[in-house]
């Protein structure tokens, strides 16, 4: 079975910092590929980070100089450090992963975390 857990959402004032943490536990293959996504009510989720087991990164283009995103592959922990933190990083950020089992991916959604950043 497969097991996602999120945590190290909170409220912050503009310009503090959080660090995410989302934690995949299975025991029938390796998470290859696994990012952050975010939703704020009335808005469509929009992928905020992304990292592959090799290391490769992707960012969206607002959080690029503010956000890093890595995974400790040992226990398929992937972090989100948010720094500068804007009132437009508000949102629920969800943890996406994809486990690949000889070749074929499944994917696995963490239940979200919210994120408040006050002015």
């Known amino acids: 079975q497969v097991q996602v857990v999120e945590s190290g959402g909170g409220s912050v004032q503009a310009g503090g910092s959080l660090r995410l943490s989302c934690t995949v536990s299975n025991s029938f293959g390796n998470v290859a590929y696994m990012a952050w996504y975010r939703q704020a009510p009335g808005n469509e989720r929009e992928l905020v980070a992304s990292?592959?087991?090799?290391?490769?990164?992707n960012y969206v283009d607002s959080v690029k100089a503010r956000f890093t995103i890595s995974m400790d592959n040992a226990k398929w922990t992937m972090y989100l450090h948010m720094n500068t933190l804007e009132p437009e990083d508000t949102g629920v950020y969800y943890c996406y992963s994809q486990v690949d089992v000889r070749g074929t991916r499944y994917n696995y959604w963490g239940q979200g975390t919210q994120v408040t950043v006050s002015s």
């Open positions: 990292i592959t087991s090799g290391g490769s990164t």
